[in-house]
């Protein structure tokens, strides 16, 4: 059991002349609660795409429990305790709520070479899924498919199915996005839920949210970090206002 | 050692034809998103308008000249008719749609020209081998088919890269919607391009029919040899196909040629002799296996999709 | 309309009442009665063509597994068919006309074929894989063809049907019609609780959003091999009782424009759903049958309504009657 549950080292990655992720380094402590902010752009889906594995990087490292993750593929870091939510939802769209996050448990609960029994009668993996349905307000919802779902409603779907795979770390990418203000506030509760019983590495635009519950903030611009470190020390860090907190002001924003 | 020689230039000569189809096929998809069956069978109406017009008017470049124009023209037609209600639909839609049209086209195709096929005939003189190096002989024609098709690819090449249209069919392959919102009548461009394509393949029909054949259902075996240069070149990528028509084609050609042979020095007679003519068909497909094996994004992978 | 289905559908149980249910009874229930109409009518051109029937929808349920639920369009599984066709064919002309030998042959080797076309094209994704799996199956059938021992591309006259030590005698057209029908029908069932297990639900999984698949952590192409090589399995042993059934096998059977029958079949009844490629196939071959004796250019006709079906038709035959809102 490590204190740092993830550290990043000069992560790199380019696409063609661009550089989305300039030597990126980053600690998280276990338990933690780690925003990371930045313009539009700045290359923040690029370093989750990064940590889950789905992007290889071309120069650099990640530490995950002690133990180099780089080299691992996106299924068997999601194995070895990583979930992720995506920006864009991405769901299994003509199943149903609870299967959607059945499926998730059963990830993690065995091998699934099993060819005979109903799986949506198993209580192992029943359970497990209406507690994480549960424990984001979706139970109401969980026999219905997906693309019957409100976008908050897919948006607390992404959370649940990563938090079903009872992940060390969750990578949650803008979980707020397009949300209205009623589901925003939802989602903000259930955030600060998760802050201490899971560690977090958060992408968000809402600056409110962000320095409400983040222990501990990455700004990221151009794809290079440019300051972290306790909410405080960020607003009043002058290089992040330029750059960032002063767009922010005039763009406006769900 | 002459016949390796030979035999090469017939690897190149099919690995050439291969190319325009190839080609055609790779240009659809590229900037259509279109898997289009039906592509073998634009190869099969090119030999049979050029066997009848050339029969009509008594000239082989001329009746050539009147099917090229009938086989473009053609697939612009199916274009307009067949191919444009799919345009966005799942890569099965199309498979279903275009399969479907081969089996119209073989059933037409039957229904007018009759079952038992066609043959082209050259003026002799075209058929004559001539000396092309020193103790090497070669049938003029066969020559012509790698030239004029080598002529072709260099066209091609010229199109894509240089001309207006064919900065426009870059630009589609790699970004749709914008060639779209910038005011270009897409309609208008796709249905070029897939006649552009039928051109192609139409083209590729015409010059080996003289040589090779003139019948139904011929357009699907060589459309199987393209689809097995496409995943090797790279799909959406013409230097590809081009690079990957010509391994397929002179693997396929040395490998009927040769390895019978081969086999009999190594294995005892009788096992030679009934392997032989099933494993040297294999070639091109282990070729295939082993890119897969090695880089399943083709040789030359274009801008992924 | 629309309002008189819902409250149709409301009402109404959704049981054996339902009318893609009650359609499908009715299939069933007509190849059930086949034999018998056969004998009464004295005329065995029936059971004949509906055994061909049967053996196909067989391949077609194999083929849905994969292409349905597993979203992996296969265009080469009539190579299956030729396979264990040949693996009856092969054995039989080698002196082993022991079913009990020939046909587990056949879901054998079909098995390991499947096993190396799967390993070699699964990681390709959409146009690559059909393009990958029609070119292996045409390999499989060239190679038929050079063999001249086996018949080359005039094809093997298969003197006898297999024996099972007397166990059964499939010689007998009706018993064979049956045994059929019940293989069918216990392969149907197979798939039920395949797909419906945890195995299935990854295979479905996979179809729906791999990309999430492997971000909740499965190692997908495993599963989606091993599905794979079940659904070539089975289509072997379809091509076994193919040859049995008549007696003869050639490359023929493997050519790719059988592939495209398969899918054709498959997507005429609903991808993804139990009993959708029975009725596909029932539907295409007596559609095909029934054109032949009108006109003797069937392709006329079926292609553009190919063309049509796949410009049209959402969700296939079945889909019609769930109102088309089914979209595969």
Not at chain 1, 222 to 245: F, H, K, N, T, W
Request: net charge neutral.
């Amino acid at each position: 059991m490590t204190e740092r549950l993830l550290e990043v080292r000069g992560l790199t990655k380019r696409f063609g002349g661009v550089i989305a992720a300039d030597a990126i380094g980053l600690d998280i402590a276990r338990g933690e609660f780690h925003a990371v902010i930045g313009p539009n752009g700045a290359g923040k889906t690029t370093l989750i795409g990064l940590l889950a594995g789905e992007i290889a990087p071309q120069g650099g490292s990640i530490r995950f429990d002690g133990n180099d993750i780089t080299g691992l593929s996106v299924d068997r870091r999601s194995r070895r305790g990583i979930a992720r939510s995506f920006q864009i939802t991405s769901l299994f769209s003509d199943f149903t709520a609870l299967d959607n996050v059945a499926l998730a448990v059963q990830a993690h609960r065995g091998h699934s070479f099993r060819f005979w029994q109903d799986a949506r009668r198993e209580a192992q993996l029943r359970e497990p899924a209406l507690a994480a349905l549960a424990s984001v307000g979706l139970t109401a919802r969980a026999d219905m498919r997906v693309d019957r779902l409100s976008h908050g409603e897919h948006r607390q779907l992404e959370i649940a199915i990563a938090l079903a795979t009872r992940p060390q770390l969750l990578l949650l990418d803008e979980p707020m996005a397009g949300l209205g203000p009623e589901e925003s506030a939802r989602m903000v509760e259930m955030l600060r839920k998760l802050k201490g019983a899971v560690t977090v590495l958060l992408i968000e635009h809402d600056m409110e949210t962000v320095f409400a519950l983040a222990d501990y903030v990455t700004v990221l611009v151009y794809g290079r970090v440019i300051a972290s470190g306790d909410p405080a020390a960020i607003r009043a860090d002058r290089a992040v206002q330029e750059a960032y907190l002063g767009e922010q002001e005039t763009s406006a924003h769900g | 050692m002459l016949y390796l020689i030979e035999q090469c230039l017939n690897g190149v000569q099919l690995g050439m034809l291969l190319f325009l189809l190839a080609a055609g096929l790779t240009l659809i998809f590229g900037i259509m998103d279109l898997v289009n069956l039906a592509h073998g069978s634009l190869y099969m109406l090119g030999a049979y308008f050029a066997a009848t017009f050339a029969d009509l008017t008594g000239s082989f470049v001329l009746g050539a000249l009147l099917a090229l124009i009938a086989t473009a023209a053609a697939g612009m037609a199916l274009e307009v008719i067949a191919i444009r209600p799919l345009y966005g639909r799942s890569h099965l839609d199309h498979v279903l749609g275009t399969f479907g049209l081969i089996l119209f086209f073989n059933e037409l195709v039957r229904l007018i020209w009759g079952p038992a096929g066609m043959t082209l005939s050259l003026p002799s003189e075209m058929l004559r081998a001539v000396q092309i190096i020193p103790g090497v002989y070669y049938p003029i024609y066969r020559l012509v088919i790698i030239l004029v098709t080598l002529a072709v690819a260099a066209l091609l090449y010229i199109v894509v890269m240089r001309t207006r249209l064919g900065m426009l069919i870059r630009a589609g392959a790699s970004n749709r919607e914008m060639v779209g919102a910038l005011g270009i009548n897409i309609k208008l461009l796709y249905t070029l391009v897939f006649g552009l394509g039928a051109a192609l393949a139409g083209f590729a029909g015409l010059m080996q029919a003289p040589i090779l054949t003139v019948q139904i259902g011929m357009g699907e075996n060589i459309l199987i040899l393209a689809f097995v240069v496409i995943v090797i070149g790279g799909i959406g990528s013409i230097r590809g196909a081009f690079v990957a028509s010509l391994i397929v084609g002179l693997i396929d050609t040395l490998g009927r040629a040769f390895l019978p042979d081969l086999l009999r020095a190594v294995l005892s007679t009788d096992a030679a002799l009934t392997l032989a003519p099933a494993l040297s068909s294999m070639s091109i497909y282990m070729l295939m296996a082993a890119v897969l094996v090695i880089r399943p994004e083709g040789l030359f992978p274009a801008a992924s999709r | 309309m629309k309002a008189a289905r819902e409250f149709y559908r409301k009402v109404v149980p959704a049981s054996w009442l339902n009318p893609r249910a009650g359609f499908t009874a009715a299939v069933l229930a007509m190849l059930a009665l086949v034999p018998l109409y056969a004998a009464a009518t004295g005329d065995p051109f029936a059971l004949t063509l509906f055994t061909r029937v049967l053996i196909l929808a067989l391949a077609a349920v194999s083929l849905n597994l994969i292409m349905g639920y597993g979203g992996m369009v296969s265009f080469g599984h009539a190579a299956y068919l030729g396979i264990g066709g040949y693996a009856v064919g092969i054995l039989w002309k080698e002196g082993f006309a022991s079913g009990f030998l020939q046909w587990p042959a056949a879901i054998a080797i079909s098995a390991l074929f499947a096993l190396v076309v799967g390993l070699l094209s699964l990681r390709t994704r959409g146009v690559y894989f059909i393009m990958i799996t029609l070119a292996f199956a045409q390999m499989v059938y060239y190679v038929a063809q050079g063999l001249d021992r086996y018949g080359g591309d005039d094809g093997l006259t298969i003197g006898q049907r297999s024996s099972f030590a007397g166990i059964v005698d499939i010689g007998n057209n009706t018993l064979f019609y049956y045994l059929c029908f019940a293989l069918l029908l216990g392969s149907v069932y197979l798939v039920s609780r395949l797909v419906n297990s945890r195995f299935g639900m990854v295979i479905q999984g996979c179809r729906s959003n791999e990309r999430r698949m492997r971000a909740i952590g499965f190692a997908t192409f495993r599963y989606r091999l091993v599905c794979f090589v079940i659904a070539g399995a089975l289509c072997g042993l379809a091509g076994a009782l193919l040859a049995e059934h008549t007696n003869f096998i050639s490359p023929a059977i493997m050519y790719w424009t059988r592939s495209g029958d398969l899918m054709v079949m498959v997507i005429l009844g609903g991808l993804g759903s139990l009993f959708g490629p029975v009725i596909g196939a029932v539907t295409y071959l007596l559609l095909e049958e029934a054109l032949s004796r009108v006109t003797e250019y069937s392709g006329l006709v079926i292609g553009p309504a190919l063309l049509l079906v796949a410009i049209y038709l959402r969700g296939g035959i079945e889909g019609l009657f769930a109102g088309g809102r089914h979209d595969r």
